[in-house]
């Protein structure tokens, strides 16, 4: 996980390490149904890429506790959170030693509430957490049109790691209506569109 750690520009540490120990050993005492999701969890999945951020998904009802978790890591909101009855989908919060950010993302159904319930412990810089499978990450991924999402996904479809037929039963019981939009993807995941040509050289 090196390239989580280490800024590729700089060579220094990013942080990351310090800030993700902190905050998913406070969202573990405040004992509340949370996930690890995104590029950390990517990481831990064997599939690394550059971060300066931890991703956690939690349910509607637990955002105001990851709140105070989070304040209580000594962590703070740089973005609205809303109201315990309205939260805000996505509030960021800063750790002002190390600048990084941790990524709060409040979510009422699946497949995020599927992904939290679901998702098995495993080592994140040795800190025990629910971390997201690379088919709930298939599936999260699916309702995002990011690029870097896009190249997640297709990079898991790639690499013949995830199990995809249970991934599209998960997605058959959850939303069935985006079982076509799921097999288009997986379908140009598998054979992308060709590189454009390159132009002919100019002569001198």
């Not at 499978?133 to 599936?139: C, D, R, S």
């Not at 079982?179 to 390159?198: D, I, K, N, Q, T």
């Amino acid at each position: 996980m090196d390239l989580l750690l280490t800024d590729p520009r700089s060579g220094k540490q990013t942080g990351l390490a310090a800030t993700v120990r902190r905050a998913l050993r406070a969202l573990a005492k405040a004992d509340l149904p949370h996930c690890v999701i995104g590029a950390t969890a990517l990481a831990v999945r064997g599939f690394p890429r550059m971060t300066r951020d931890l991703d956690v998904v939690v349910l509607t009802d637990g955002a105001p506790k990851a709140w105070e978790a989070l304040r209580r890591a000594a962590l703070r909101a740089s973005t609205p959170t809303g109201s315990p009855d309205d939260p805000e989908p996505m509030v960021v919060f800063v750790d002002p030693k190390t600048r990084v950010e941790v990524h709060l993302l409040v979510a009422a159904g699946d497949p995020e509430a599927a992904v939290i319930a679901e998702a098995p412990s495993a080592s994140v810089f040795g800190v025990k957490a629910p971390v997201a499978t690379l088919e709930h990450l298939l599936l999260m991924y699916l309702y995002s049109n990011e690029p870097k999402h896009l190249g997640d996904f297709a990079a898991i479809v790639r690499s013949g790691e995830a199990d995809l037929a249970r991934a599209e039963r998960a997605l058959r019981r959850m939303h069935p209506e985006m079982l076509g939009e799921w097999r288009r993807r997986v379908r140009e995941a598998r054979s992308p569109p060709p590189a454009p040509s390159r132009p002919p050289r100019r002569r001198r």
